[in-house]
């Protein structure tokens, strides 16, 4: 952990230590709450018993009295949990970045899902799944928001979208804070709830909603409390009222019945979304009301917005009234009670009905704008966590040129930094001993190109590159399943790069030891062919192997082709590795040193 990293975690501990005072506070003050509604309660029945004989005015007043203060308590005790339940939140997302920062651990997902073996270099750069790039960078919680993330590592953006993406996660990091609230707010959701809400909001609804505009029943959902308050008055002097008042519920127990199946098939999108719609609107109250100095953050903003009165959070905090209330029909006394003095399920609907009316047909556009958030947030808590990591400058023109580039993955006690730089397009050989060094500095550069690509800052002191379109070969494997031979997924792979290299001029191709399933002549003379029609199609290439031949073609190409190794040194017959790239071919090697040590002797 650098300097700089330790001043963060510092202030991740600070906080979370200000935030356990907190929650250990929230928590006394609700079990007092609690308390106190007891209290009320007892109290209530103590008076009731004593002042009741002295009239039914007393037990009426004691009553009222001490239920207003016994809903307050409630409410009081509410909002006590709701915060609480951010607080701990917010401590696990604190939590989650110290381990992140002393232990490179992350719970949220790894990108499993977008695993993808033909993919062209996701799967030799370790982009995603386990220990993966997408593992370290990834802070979002909705399906929306890990697939736009993934989308992004997965193929390079437009020089000018990587710019206002940089932008955009400069603003984002002054106002982390904010960042860990919106992250907080987000942290229980199960992933998937955007994915079902739009198509919920977007899919039939009107049509669903069609039977609730009739203007009978209209007429009589509005008018049904006061015929109730009527009838309860009236019942108190004479029982034809209580008659007609029992008659009255019967029939909406009937009305209930007959539209039952309607509304089901409306709350059916709906159900139990009340909270995350909350969560959605509070996220976006800051998203909206926030005044944004990036591009592309205005943007953003601004596709979700059809103006100052129709903000989106305003519009979906609305709904999430009206499905909190739907919601009650999910306890089956409390729900049965509503509908029969009333009609509580068409009533949600009807309100539903209107507010779809009313909403602003770019109300789903904001899931996705909580998505981008989410991923330039995954970022941006990157760039906050590594100060130290630069943004890449963005050439017009062909440039790679890399100081100090180490992998973002490995640990900064054991991460080697190495200088690089190809000005014109060249096919680099790269040669060495076993384990000096050349596929991980391959993957190193592969997975910085990712992360330049994606808007990110990189793991080095400074890197100027053009957008260029990343295609490797490393992790060749057989298949028992498709019954692919490691020799024919090679020439598979071979192939792809070919027809990609050949299709489009702004590839860069990183290879590591091709043609390894087959023999030591037929690997040279495929290896060689190989190179040469990348260097006939000016197609810039990384291409590391243990084959001292292939860095003879800087002879035959000495514009077209460069040599660099790894290498070893050797003290008292013990091998130290620097992990340092150099100029030239390699000229120590180690495999025998190696095999010599498991009982094998090579002369």
């Known amino acids: 952990m650098t300097a700089q990293e330790q001043e963060i975690s510092e202030q991740y501990f600070a906080d979370i230590s200000r935030l356990e005072s907190k929650i250990l506070t929230g928590k006394r003050s609700i079990n007092q709450t609690s308390v106190y509604r007891l209290i009320v309660f007892f109290a209530g029945l103590i008076l009731i018993y004593a002042l009741g004989r002295f009239g039914t005015a007393y037990i009426i007043a004691i009553a009222f009295f001490m239920a207003v203060i016994f809903v307050w308590l409630i409410g009081r005790q509410g909002n006590l949990q709701k915060q609480l339940g951010f607080d701990e939140n917010l401590l696990q997302v604190l939590q989650n970045e110290t381990a992140h920062l002393s232990e490179a651990k992350n719970f949220y997902a790894n990108g499993d899902e977008f695993v993808n073996g033909q993919h062209p270099y996701t799967d030799d750069l370790d982009i995603f799944g386990e220990s993966s790039l997408f593992h370290y960078v990834n802070r979002c919680k909705t399906n929306s928001g890990k697939n736009m993330l993934a ?26 804070p904010k960042t860990f609230d919106f992250r907080a707010q987000l942290l229980d959701l199960k992933g998937f709830e955007l994915n079902n809400l739009s198509p919920a909001l977007q899919q039939n609804l009107k049509k669903k909603l069609l039977f609730i505009n009739k203007n009978i029943l209209n007429t009589y959902l509005k008018t049904l409390p006061f015929a109730i308050l009527a009838l309860l008055l009236g019942a108190v002097f004479t029982g034809v009222f209580l008659k007609l008042l029992v008659a009255l519920l019967l029939l909406n127990f009937f009305i209930s019945g007959i539209y039952s199946k309607q509304v089901s098939l409306v709350y059916a999108g709906f159900g139990r979304s009340s909270s995350q719609l909350a969560a959605f609107a509070s996220v976006l109250s800051w998203i909206e009301n926030e005044a944004w100095q990036s591009n592309y953050l205005q943007k953003l903003v601004k596709s979700c917005s059809a103006s100052d009165h129709q903000k989106a959070h305003l519009q979906i905090a609305a709904l999430a009234k009206i499905l909190q209330k739907f919601d009650y029909r999910l306890n089956m006394i409390v729900g049965t009670t509503l509908n029969i003095l009333l009609l ?13 009316q009313n909403a602003a047909a770019n109300v789903t556009d904001s899931f996705e704008v ?9 970022l941006g808590t990157l760039h906050y966590n590594h100060p130290n990591w630069p943004f890449p400058q963005i050439s017009d023109q062909f440039k790679i040129e890399a100081t100090a ?118 690997k040279y003379a495929g290896s060689k062919a190989f190179i040469e029609r990348l260097v006939a199609q000016e197609t810039a290439a990384l291409v590391a192997t243990h084959d001292l031949q292939i860095a003879d073609l800087a002879d035959q190409h000495p514009e077209k082709v460069r040599n660099f190794h790894f290498d070893i040194k050797m003290q008292n017959q013990d091998m130290f590795f620097d992990y340092k790239i150099k100029n030239g071919p390699c000229k120590t090697f180690n495999a025998a040193i190696l095999l010599r040590e498991i009982g094998l002797s090579v002369d």
């Open 151 to 176: 989308d992004w590592f997965k193929s390079p953006a437009e020089k000018i979208t990587i710019e206002d993406r940089q932008q955009a996660i400069t603003e984002l990091k002054s106002h982390q």
């Open 344 to 356: 509580w399920d068409l009533r949600c609907t009807e309100n539903l009905a209107y507010w779809h």
């Open 370 to 378: 909580i998505a981008a958030f989410e991923a330039l947030i995954s």
């Open 405 to 522: 580039l180490g992998h973002p993955l490995i640990r900064p006690e054991k991460r080697i930094g190495n200088n690089f730089q190809m000005l014109q397009k060249t096919a680099d050989v790269i040669t060495g001993s076993n384990m000096a060094g050349k596929s991980t500095f391959l993957r190193t550069l592969g997975i910085n190109l990712v992360l330049a690509y994606a808007g990110a800052p990189v793991c080095a002191e400074s890197l100027s590159v053009s957008v260029l379109k990343l295609v490797s070969y490393m992790r060749i494997k057989d298949s028992l399943n498709e019954s692919t031979s490691t020799f024919k997924a090679e020439l598979d792979r071979l192939k792809m790069i070919l027809e990609k290299t050949s299709a489009e001029n702004n590839m860069l191709v990183l290879i590591d030891e091709m043609l390894r399933g087959t023999n030591s002549k037929d």
